[in-house]
């Protein structure tokens, strides 16, 4: 792929690598890269970040057809730049573009273009522990036309964001509200993709946890609202009695990259892991009896996120004293050791940006 490169006047002061936050900061370049029907993807650019400028009639402000992908550029101790399985997200927005019937990001050009910005942008790599270089790859349809169908223009746009840890309170645990009301995804619809659509259907739930004192909100599944799914952008899992609880990836649950890693760690670590439907009664049943050892939920931008509370119908349970399970702290320090390069990659996940 031939990518363009316009250079930008002055570079922004890079922020202080101590009060990051999560996705406040941004990076002095993004990439773009048009489709046109007919032509196929043309004009890859590494141009200032910066506004881009729509008719008011482009599809995607009207109808959504939008998807997106997370991911994580991290710095090791020798000072390499590396990415943590950049395929899984190629792959999982090829997927998300054929069931929003969008123009499709070739595998190769997804990663080269991740690569070669984050390579441009090195020096917005932070360097302070827990710090990385979030990168957030989007596409949409640009045709402008009020008419409902698929388009024929989309853009795909790359944009960083140097972060520290996604909690200003560290590896805390949280309290996460059960959600009987509303519902993210059911069979058929598009659970699975990451389309920001599902997002703007789901913020009510996260609006109505904030009221009960809850960070986040776990979903129920949408046609019984009985069985357990997954958190805001996080899925989640369970240990109960010594195994490992989690939804399986049928459609309506994002198959995140995370917990895909996660599971392939704890049946190394000879733990079962089931991904099952798992109902929320018999998992506030399990809380009850003091079954519930350990609740996390796992994504790229907390990486793992401890619960330790769970909210339904008005009961709260409690789960480990509301402490971080040993589990659940091993599987961190494991997995960001990996990601940071501090424990050995043996199952070749990362990969150095060059
Ligand atoms: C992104 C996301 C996840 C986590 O996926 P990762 O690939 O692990 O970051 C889980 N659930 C939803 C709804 C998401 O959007």
Excluded at 212 to 228: A, F, H, I, P, T
Excluded at 312 to 325: A, C, L, R
Aim: contains cysteine; charged residues 25%; proline residues 4%.
């Amino acid at each position: 792929m031939d990518i363009k490169f316009i250079k930008r006047e002055e570079l922004q002061e890079k922020p202080d690598q101590k009060k990051l936050g999560f996705g406040k900061y941004f990076a002095d370049y993004m990439f773009t890269m048009d489709y046109d029907e007919g032509i196929g993807w043309h004009d890859a650019t590494i141009r200032p970040y910066g506004p881009i400028e729509m008719n008011p009639a482009t599809v995607v402000l009207h109808y959504a057809q939008e998807t997106f992908e997370g991911l994580k550029a991290y710095r090791r101790a020798d000072g390499q730049i590396q990415l943590f399985r950049p395929e899984m997200n190629a792959r999982r927005m090829i997927n998300s573009n054929e069931r929003l019937c969008m123009a499709t990001i070739p595998e190769d050009m997804f990663i080269e273009a991740v690569n070669a910005l984050v390579k441009a942008e090195e020096d917005w790599v932070p360097s302070e522990p827990e710090t990385s270089l979030y990168i957030r790859p989007f596409a949409f349809a640009c045709e402008s036309s009020l008419g409902v169908h698929k388009s024929k223009a989309y853009k795909f746009v790359i944009i960083l964001s140097p972060v520290g840890a996604y909690y200003a309170e560290g590896l805390a645990p949280v309290k996460i509200m059960v959600e009987d009301e509303y519902v993210r995804a059911v069979q058929g619809g598009t659970g699975f993709t990451k389309c920001g659509g599902n997002y703007a259907g789901s913020i009510i739930g996260q609006v109505k946890a904030e009221k009960y004192g809850c960070s986040q909100v776990l979903w129920l599944d949408g046609r019984e609202r009985k069985y357990v799914e997954e958190v805001g952008a996080m899925n989640i899992m369970f240990k109960i009695d010594g195994e490992i609880y989690t939804a399986p990836i049928e459609g309506t649950v994002l198959p995140g990259v995370t917990r895909d890693s996660i599971i392939h760690i704890l049946r190394d670590w000879g733990y079962k892991v089931n991904e099952t439907h798992l109902s929320v009664d018999d998992l506030m049943q399990a809380g009850r009896d003091g079954r519930l050892e350990e609740v996390y939920g796992t994504g790229t931008a907390a990486v793992i996120s401890p619960v330790g509370a769970l909210v339904y119908k008005g009961e709260e349970i409690t789960i480990n004293n509301f402490q971080i399970g040993e589990l659940t702290q091993k599987l961190y320090d494991y997995l960001t050791g990996i990601q940071w390069g501090k424990v050995e990659d043996k199952y070749g996940w990362t990969r150095l940006v060059k």
